[in-house]
């Protein structure tokens, strides 16, 4: 039986990505789901993943994975994205749906629940090494939120400053 804290997550996920993120993001999602599960990588899978031992294991294992298949896609895509490409916050979005795929996957493999505090560490964890890998630095995100601020504020007649929407914001999840 799927876990409903993981299937909740997901959906919300989804649900959150923009329309004008959705054809890229689609994209790194059937590249993610293939390179996860296709004959020739599953097994690679399946023998890191099999360096869970306890739930403590899961949060690095699994985050350290998904940035990875990240980290292939770009390779493989031959993509150099800019910064302000789409392709970021796509790759962010679905880069945690695939990491509840996994997380479920390791919970019906090892038999091992999944619960908050697992997911927010994994979330944790994978945030953290992608912004690391995008060189996406605590001032960049400071100077980018106070840009979007800005031009909420700029574009809104009443001067209320609209906050850029939090990415993937799961309850009781830090970002």
Known sequence: MPNQLLTATKKKLEA????QL????DRIIVAG???MWSDQTHKEMVSYLDRIKSPKDIPQLIAHGIAKLIQILIREGNIKPKLEDPFYPASMLAAQVLCMDALQ???QKKKITIDQ???AETHKLLMSGLFKMYGITEELMRKALEHSQQQG?????????QQAPAPAAQPGVAV
Not at 22 to 25: Q, R, T
Not at 153 to 161: E, R, T
């Open 153 to 161: 504020a700029s574009k809104n007649p009443q001067g209320m400053v």
């Open 22 to 25: 959705k054809d890229v993001y």
């Open 33 to 35: 789901m293939k390179l």
């Open 105 to 107: 996957y390791v919970e």
């Open 117 to 119: 505090a697992v997911l």
């Open 16 to 19: 959150s990505v923009p329309p």
